[in-house]
């Protein structure tokens, strides 16, 4: 505990920007607060709505809807945010309750060069750091997002059973029908989550520690963790993957499959990549195929995991010719006899490697086996060729099949 403390009150002397943006006492039995970025939604009230009709934890939980906007934003963004303060204020004041508490935050002129998803969830994030406990949970939720009734009981559930846990991912769903979109947005998103769940499937295959889910408006992290980490970055996408993943480095994260969250799909142009630019790509492109990367691709990865047992004892250890140039070019053999220098047994010879051979390694190296031997292909065959035709026969097959084993694993 004493760790955790210190932890804190460097996080707060150090890492925030913003003085203290809430003025109301905090819950003396407040557990969670539930982080909502917002900039120009038309219907934030319909996720408040949701968490409103979740069933009630134990602990009291805060809602904090961060509605931001930048220096550079126009006049009618500006305006359209005031409104929906203004919106969220009174909406909050008559739904608002004892153990359930409402808040809304009204960010303006962010800098341009920062201004974005990143920073609004890290406002939102810090300001939560001011009011739990130590233990208290801190979750991400986007502001065109909606939950299972059993969200936040859920959540509470999983972080009292798994005590030293760190940080989770929880499970999601995009719809896949309905009446809200056009069909093409609901074809769209079939492929780019079959993509997301064939991503983690093929690193979950190969045994990577970092194998998780990382989307924004389906996570929690322990508050003391987020101090230690550093908390969340600013950048203006991608911030769920680099904190989650700085996050999953720190070891005992989780997964929270027992609720879902229900991210929304559609278009957005707001981030150079993501769910909403994939849909609106493929819709754009007037081809709804979303092309994943190669299973050979991770096939050569796998061969290169698997072999380090042998690099450890000192048995022949030839790296796979595909990654024999890239890796010249990482100086890998030196950095290999280097952590082996440090470790004294296997396990924390893997333990270290894994340290330097990180989800950011990870990617660079796909990018490279993509980029000079194996082509992106469509979702479908990527899937197929690993599973034949056991998942289905077409992607809305395949994705629901997928579902299903994660949700029967629990």
Not at 187 to 195: F, T
Not at 255 to 267: A, F, G, H, L
């Amino acid at each position: 505990m004493a760790n955790h403390l210190k932890a804190i009150h460097t996080y707060l002397s150090r890492h925030v920007i913003y003085p203290p943006l809430l003025n109301t006492k905090t819950h003396q039995n407040v557990g969670m607060a539930i982080v909502i970025p917002c900039y120009k939604e038309e219907d934030i009230i319909s996720t408040l709505q949701s968490l409103q009709e979740c069933e009630s934890p134990e602990c009291a939980v805060e809602v904090i809807v961060v509605i931001n906007d930048s220096e550079d934003d126009e006049k009618e963004t500006k305006s359209f945010n005031d409104k929906s303060y203004i919106k969220c204020k009174e909406w909050s004041k008559e739904n608002s309750t004892e153990d359930l508490i409402f808040n809304t935050l009204r960010v303006e002129n962010l800098p341009s060069k920062w201004a974005g998803v990143g920073l609004a969830r890290k406002i939102g994030m810090d300001e939560s750091v001011r009011r739990l406990p130590p233990e208290g949970i801190i979750l991400g939720l986007d502001a065109d997002a909606s939950c299972q009734k059993n969200y936040l009981v859920a959540v509470e559930d999983h972080f009292r059973e798994n005590a030293t846990a760190n940080g989770c991912s929880i499970y999601f769903e995009h719809p896949l029908e309905g009446h809200s979109y056009s069909s093409e947005v609901y074809e769209s998103i079939i492929q780019y989550e079959l993509h997301l769940r064939y991503f983690v499937d093929m690193q979950k295959r190969m045994g990577l520690p970092f194998a998780y889910q990382t989307v924004g408006s389906s996570m929690a992290v322990r508050m003391s963790a987020y101090c230690e980490v550093g908390g969340m970055n600013k950048r203006k996408a991608g911030e769920d993957f680099y904190f989650l993943h700085k996050l999953i480095k720190q070891g005992r994260f989780s997964e929270c499959n027992t609720t879902t969250v229900y991210p929304s799909p559609r278009i957005s142009d707001r981030v150079p990549f993501g769910t909403g630019k994939a849909v609106g790509d493929m819709i754009r492109n007037g081809s709804v195929l979303y092309y994943t990367y190669h299973p050979a691709s991770f096939e050569v990865i796998s061969r290169f995991v698997t072999g380090l047992s042998d690099f450890y004892y000192g048995n022949p250890y030839p790296i796979p010719e595909h990654l024999i140039s890239y890796f010249n070019t990482q100086d890998f053999k030196s950095k290999m006899l280097e952590i082996k220098l440090h470790t004294s047994n296997l396990n924390s010879f893997k333990k270290r490697f894994f340290q330097w051979f990180d989800a950011f390694r990870f990617m660079k190296t796909l990018h490279y086996l993509r980029d000079h031997y194996f082509e992106n292909i469509p979702v479908k065959d990527a899937v197929i060729e690993v599973y034949g035709n056991e998942l289905g026969k077409n992607e809305k097959e395949m994705l629901i099949r997928y579902r299903k084993m994660i949700i029967d694993k629990n």
